[in-house]
C-alpha cells in the first residue's frame, strides 16, 4: 500500500468526495476510499438489525464493482462491530471468521472497519477496508473512515427515511383508493396524500443532480413551490454565538433574496432549535426577527424543522412562511421532515469537506495556509494572464531547533504560531503568507517589483526582532530570508519555489539577512549537490581514510595523543578539503554516518597498530557532531566498538565543539557524565567561540578544553587574542581542567603559552596530519 502523507490524503478525499460522479453515492465512496488508502477492497453495507440481514450497497474490489448478495449477519465481522462500532484485524481474518463465505470468496487477508450511525445515534451498517496480504494502514487512515461513515450515515438514514415515506404511501394510497368512492372527507384525504407524494417527488427530482450551494438554492426554492409556500429558507447557526443564526438561502415568491444574520431569542426560529420543530398557525409576522425590516409583515402560517448533524448536534434549520392561515400542517411537516434530513446531509457533508481541506491545506499550528496550499495558490498567481511579475520571498528561522531542544516541542510550536501573527501584521493587501514546514514560511508578492520586495522583506525581518514572550519563557530569533523573482529568475513555480530556496541557503551560509537570487547560486548549490552524492557513495563504500595529527607536551615536545582527522580523495574530485565536505555532511545528515565511520575506523587502527607492536601514549581524540552528540546510542556505539577491536575505552577522547554542547547543555551534562564514568576522555574543542555559561561549564564532565586556532595564530599580535587565550587558560586552571593550544606554528607561540600556563599543544610546529603509517613510522614506538 503506498505510503502518502497526511495532508494529501485529505487534499485527495476532498477533491474526490466533492466532485460530482455519475455513480452512486455509495459506490464513488467505496471506490475513493479504495483508491486514496491503497487497499484491494472497500465496501459500504446496510445492517438490518432487526432481521440480522447484512445488504451490500456499494463493493469495490480490484478495481471493479462486484454484486453481492445478501448474508447473515451472525459470526461476521460486521457483527463484532454492531456491538463495538470498530474491528481491525491486519491478518488471518478468515481464520478468525471461518464462517464468512465472503471473505473467503474476496481472499482477505487484513480487515478494518467501522460502524455508520445514523444521525440520532443508532446502528445503521458498515465501511470495510480489506487487503490480500497483511493490512498496514497509516495514523490518519481512522479520521479519513470517520468522516467517510459521517457522511455515509446521514445519506443512508436519508436513503431509509425517504424509502419508508414512499412504502407508507403507497399502503396508504392503496387503502384509500378501495374506499375512496364511499364519501366526500374520504377524497379529500386522498387528494392530500397526493399532494404530499407530489411535494416528496417534486423536491427529491428538483435536486437530485445539484450539490454545494446549488443543491440548498435548489432545495429551498422547490420546497416552498412544492408546498405551496410564499417563503422558504434554510439558517444556519452561529458557530461562536448559538443566540445568532444567519440564512443561507431564502427565497420569497419565487424570487432568491440577500442573506442576513439575525437574533433567536423571542422568534420562531427559536422555539426551533429547543423543540426541533415549531408551528404557529396564524400572526407569524410580529414574531419574525427585526432584521427582516416588515419585508414579511404579510406572514401569517410558519413551520420551521431543526437540522442536526449525524451527532444528533443542532445547525440550523429548514422553514417554510405562507401568506394565509394554516389549518391542516399534516402535509407540511411531513415534507420538511424528509427534507430537513436532506439539508441536513449537505450541511454536514460541507462542514465535512471543510474540515478536509482544512487537514489537507491549512497548518494546524500556526492556522496559516501549508504547503499544498501555497503551491496551488503560486500556481494561479503565475498563470493568471493578468501577473506582469511577482516576488517570492522565501524565510528560515534561525536556530529554531534550538529552541524546541532546550523548551520542547510544546513551546516551539506556540513560538511558532506567535511568528506567524507578526508577520501576518507586517503583509499588505494581495500579499500571501503560508508555513512550508518546519520553521519555513513562504511570502507571494504580486505585482511588486525590487524595491517593494526588498521593504516587504525588511519589515518581515524587523518584526521578529523583539524577543518572544511565550508561558514566561523569553525566546529571540532572527530570520534568513532569500527572494526570487518572476519572471526574471524563473518561468514556473517550482522554479521560482527554487531559486527562492537557492538564494535563502546562501543568506544562511553567509550569516546575512537577506540574500537575491543570483545564477551563479543554483552552480554553486548543484555543484555542492554532486559533491553530496559523491560523499554519500563514499560513506557507504568506506573510501575516506584517517589522518593523524600529533599533540605534544610543550614542555618536552614529547608526543601526549593524536588527533584523529577525517580525509577524502574522490577519483572524479581529487582531494576534497575537509572545510568543504564536512558543512555538506552536517546539511545533507550525513555526519551521524560519517562520524561512526570514524569512532570505527579509529579502533581499527589502534587495534592494527597495537598488532604491529606500536603503542601510542595518550588518547587518540575523535571530532564528535553536535548532530552525533545528541544520538541516544552514542554512548554504546562507542563503547560496542571499543570490544569489537579489543582496546580499551580510556584509550579515546572525544572532542565536541563548544556550540555543539549548548545546543542541549543538560542532556550534554548527563552523556559526559557517563562518558566519564565508562573511562573516555572528553575534550570541548573550539572553546571561545561559542556562548556557553560558566554555570554549565563547571558541570561538564570535561578533562579538557582546547583552544581555538583562531585564538592562537594572532595571540602574538593582537591583544585581545592573547586577553582570551590568558583568560581561557586561567578559567581552565581554576576548574582543574587541562588546556590543549591547537593551530601552533612557531617556537614563540610555544614560549608564550607556557608563560601562560597552557602546556600541550599540536599543529604544523610539530607536524602536519599523517596517514597512519607515516604517524607510526615517525611518533610511535
Not at 445514523?118 to 497483511?134: K, N, Q, R, T, W
Not at 420543530?277 to 431543526?306: F, K, Q
Not at 557524565?673 to 571561545?688: A, N, P, Q, R, W
Not at 608564550?752 to 596530519?769: I, S, W
Request: overall charge negative; hydrophobic content about 45%.
Amino acid at each position: 500500500m503506498p505510503l502518502t502523507s497526511a495532508p494529501e490524503v485529505f487534499r485527495q478525499l476532498a477533491d474526490k468526495l466533492s466532485c460530482v460522479s455519475e455513480e452512486g453515492f455509495f459506490q464513488h465512496l467505496a471506490r475513493s476510499l479504495a483508491d486514496i488508502l491503497g487497499v484491494d477492497h472497500a465496501v459500504v453495507e446496510h445492517v438490518d438489525s432487526h432481521q440480522s440481514i447484512v445488504t451490500t450497497l456499494a463493493a469495490w474490489s480490484q478495481d471493479v464493482f462486484i454484486e453481492t448478495a445478501p448474508y447473515a449477519l451472525r459470526g461476521t465481522p460486521c457483527q463484532q462491530i454492531a456491538d463495538h462500532s470498530r474491528l481491525f484485524v491486519a491478518s488471518h481474518v478468515q481464520q478468525q471468521f471461518p464462517d464468512d463465505q465472503r471473505l473467503a470468496a474476496l481472499g482477505a487477508e487484513g480487515y478494518l472497519g467501522v460502524s455508520i450511525a445514523a444521525p440520532g445515534g443508532g446502528f445503521l451498517g458498515v465501511i470495510a477496508l480489506m487487503h490480500s496480504s497483511v493490512l498496514g494502514l497509516p495514523s490518519y487512515a481512522d479520521e479519513v473512515l470517520r468522516i467517510a461513515a459521517a457522511l455515509a450515515g446521514v445519506e443512508l438514514a436519508r436513503q431509509l427515511a425517504e424509502s419508508q415515506t414512499r412504502e407508507r404511501l403507497l399502503y396508504k394510497q392503496r387503502a384509500l383508493q378501495r374506499i375512496g368512492q364511499r364519501n366526500e372527507a374520504l377524497i379529500n384525504t386522498i387528494n392530500e396524500q397526493q399532494r404530499f407524494q407530489h411535494a416528496v417527488v417534486s423536491v427529491a427530482t428538483a435536486v437530485s443532480a445539484e450539490n454545494g450551494e446549488a443543491f440548498l438554492h435548489q432545495l429551498t426554492a422547490h420546497t416552498a413551490e412544492a408546498l405551496s409556500a410564499e417563503v422558504g429558507f434554510i439558517a444556519l447557526l452561529n458557530e461562536r454565538d448559538a443566540d445568532f443564526a444567519h440564512t443561507l438561502t431564502l427565497y420569497v415568491n419565487g424570487q432568491r433574496q440577500s442573506n442576513f444574520a439575525y437574533y433567536l431569542p423571542g422568534v420562531p426560529c427559536h422555539k426551533v432549535m429547543v423543540e426541533q420543530e415549531c408551528i404557529v398557525h396564524d400572526g407569524a409576522a410580529i414574531m419574525l426577527p427585526t432584521e427582516t425590516n416588515g419585508a414579511l409583515s404579510w406572514v401569517n402560517g410558519y413551520v420551521g424543522r431543526r437540522l442536526d448533524n449525524s451527532h444528533g448536534q443542532p445547525m440550523g434549520l429548514i422553514g417554510v412562511m405562507f401568506k394565509q392561515p394554516l389549518a391542516d400542517v399534516a402535509v407540511v411537516r411531513n415534507v420538511l421532515q424528509i427534507f430537513a434530513a436532506r439539508a441536513a446531509s449537505e450541511l454536514e457533508r460541507q462542514q465535512d469537506e471543510v474540515r478536509i481541506r482544512q487537514l489537507a491545506f491549512c497548518d494546524p499550528g500556526t492556522q496559516l495556509p501549508n504547503r499544498a496550499a501555497f503551491m496551488r495558490h503560486l500556481e494561479q498567481v503565475v498563470t493568471d494572464t493578468q501577473t506582469a511579475e511577482l516576488a517570492l520571498l522565501l524565510l528560515d528561522l534561525n536556530h529554531f531547533k534550538e529552541i524546541n531542544d532546550t523548551a520542547g516541542h510544546d513551546l516551539g510550536d506556540l513560538v511558532l504560531k506567535a511568528v506567524a501573527e507578526r508577520f501576518v501584521a507586517t503583509l499588505t493587501e494581495g500579499q500571501y503568507l503560508a508555513r512550508l514546514g518546519g520553521d519555513e514560511f513562504v511570502v507571494v508578492c504580486p505585482g511588486v517589483e525590487a524595491n517593494g520586495a526588498l521593504a516587504t522583506a525588511q519589515r518581515l525581518w524587523d518584526s521578529i526582532a523583539l524577543p518572544f514572550i511565550v508561558e514566561q519563557h523569553s525566546f529571540e530569533l532572527s530570520v534568513g530570508i532569500g527572494l526570487a523573482f518572476y519572471p526574471q529568475h524563473a518561468a514556473t513555480p517550482l522554479e521560482l519555489l527554487k531559486h527562492a530556496d537557492i538564494a535563502m541557503y546562501q543568506a544562511k551560509r553567509q550569516k546575512l539577512p537577506l540574500c537575491v537570487f543570483e545564477p551563479w547560486m543554483e552552480r554553486v548549490v548543484a555543484e555542492q549537490l554532486h559533491i553530496a552524492k559523491r560523499l554519500a557513495f563514499a560513506i557507504a563504500e568506506k573510501q575516506l581514510s584517517l589522518h593523524f595529527q600529533p599533540q605534544v607536551d610543550l614542555h618536552s615536545g614529547r608526543l601526549i595523543g593524536a588527533e584523529a582527522l577525517c580525509r577524502w580523495h574522490d577519483e572524479e574530485l581529487g582531494d576534497v578539503s575537509p572545510g568543504k565536505f564536512i558543512p555538506i555532511a552536517e546539511e545533507r545528515g550525513m555526519i551521524v554516518a560519517l562520524g561512526s565511520w570514524v569512532i570505527e575506523e579509529a579502533c581499527r587502527q589502534l587495534a592494527a597498530w597495537r598488532e604491529q607492536g606500536h603503542t601510542m601514549h595518550g588518547q587518540l581524540a575523535i571530532n564528535i557532531a553536535a548532530q552525533q552528540f545528541e544520538e541516544e546510542d552514542l554512548v554504546a556505539s562507542v563503547l560496542n566498538r571499543c570490544a569489537q577491536f579489543g582496546i580499551e575505552a580510556s584509550q579515546l577522547s572525544l572532542e565536541i565543539t563548544e556550540s555543539g554542547i549548548m545546543e542541549n547543555p543538560e542532556k550534554a551534562i548527563a552523556i559526559t557524565e557517563v562518558l566519564k564514568s565508562k573511562g573516555l576522555g572528553l575534550s570541548i574543542d573550539d572553546f571561545g567561540t561559542g556562548y556557553s555559561s560558566l554555570a554549565y561549564l563547571k558541570r561538564f564532565a570535561a578533562d579538557k578544553i582546547k583552544i581555538d586556532i583562531s585564538f592562537v595564530r594572532d595571540m602574538l599580535t593582537s591583544d585581545n587574542d592573547r586577553a582570551i587565550v590568558a583568560t581561557i587558560i586561567a578559567m581552565a586552571n581554576t576548574l582543574g581542567l587541562e588546556t590543549i593550544a591547537e593551530g601552533i606554528e612557531n617556537q614563540d607561540q610555544i614560549t608564550a603559552l607556557l608563560a601562560l600556563g597552557c602546556a600541550q599543544g599540536q599543529g604544523y610546529c610539530f607536524d602536519r596530519p599523517l596517514t597512519a603509517d607515516q604517524f607510526s613510522q615517525r611518533w610511535l614506538r
